[in-house]
T-cell receptor
Framework: AQSVAQPEDQVNVAEGNPLTVKCTYSVSGNPYLFWYVQYPNRGLQFLLK??????LVKGSYGFEAEFNKSQTSFHLKKPSALVSDSALYFC????????????FGQGTTLQVKP | GAGVSQSPSNKVTEKGKDVELRCDPISGHTALYWYRQSLGQGLEFLIY????????KSGLPSDRFSAERTGGSVSTLTIQRTQQEDSAVYLC????????????FGPGTRLTVL
């Protein structure tokens, strides 16, 4: 069965520093991987995805993610964090079979301090 | 350029009552998804509609939950005989249809069962 793990409940970073939010996955077949962000009292917003191709994927708001097949990871990164990046981040993988449903990780709260 | 809309934004009901939650997907999106977000369970897939295909109902937690999508557009999620454990934010998402495409989420309906 497809699954996703986000090992950190919370990540704290100082503004201007690089940030990493970790995600590992378990899938049968080729993974379709996604990152979403949720700001307080708002719905989820799509950040980026990996389907195939380059292992480094660039997305919205300056975020990027690196697909690493050998480590089964898809960590979210940003070179320089902003206070406004503080939010809840979800990693997701497409479910198995002929479905578009997403299996989400538990989420990681990113706190960027001035 | 409207996004996914959901109504109501908040719903408070008494245990045992039925509720209906509505989702208006982005125009032209053939795929529609319902998810549930709760403190204890994170983000869970409920049901997936794709065009005229039979829906993927594998995530519905019990037979009290049902959903329909009329005319390939608007969807209604119905919860019968609500229980306190049904309290959660119910999120709707839509996409153009392919499993590799990002899903666009609505703001959610916060359901509170007293």
């Amino acid at each position: 069965a497809q699954s996703v793990a986000q090992p950190e409940d919370q990540v704290n970073v100082a503004e201007g520093n690089p940030l990493t939010v970790k995600c590992t996955y378990s899938v049968s077949g080729n993974p379709y991987l996604f990152w979403y962000v949720q700001y307080p009292n708002r719905g989820l917003q799509f950040l980026l995805k990996y389907i195939t191709g380059d292992n480094l994927v660039k997305g919205s708001y300056g975020f990027e993610a690196e697909f690493n097949k050998s480590q089964t990871s898809f960590h979210l990164k940003k070179p320089s964090a902003l206070v406004s990046d503080s939010a809840l981040y979800f990693c997701a993988v497409r479910g198995s079979g002929n479905t578009g449903k997403l299996i989400f990780g538990q989420g990681t709260t990113l706190q960027v301090k001035p | 350029g409207a996004g996914v809309s959901q109504s109501p934004s908040n719903k408070v009901t008494e245990k045992g009552k039925d509720v209906e939650l509505r989702c208006d997907p982005i125009s032209g999106h053939t795929a529609l998804y319902w998810y549930r977000q709760s403190l204890g369970q994170g983000l869970e897939f409920l049901i997936y509609f794709q065009g005229n295909s039979a829906p993927d109902k594998s995530g519905l937690p019990s037979d009290r939950f049902s959903a329909e999508r009329t005319g390939g557009s608007v969807s209604t999620l119905t919860i019968q005989r609500t229980q306190q454990e049904d309290s959660a934010v119910y999120l709707c998402a839509s996409s153009l249809g392919g499993p590799g495409l990002g899903q666009f989420f609505g703001p959610g309906t916060r359901l509170t069962v007293l």
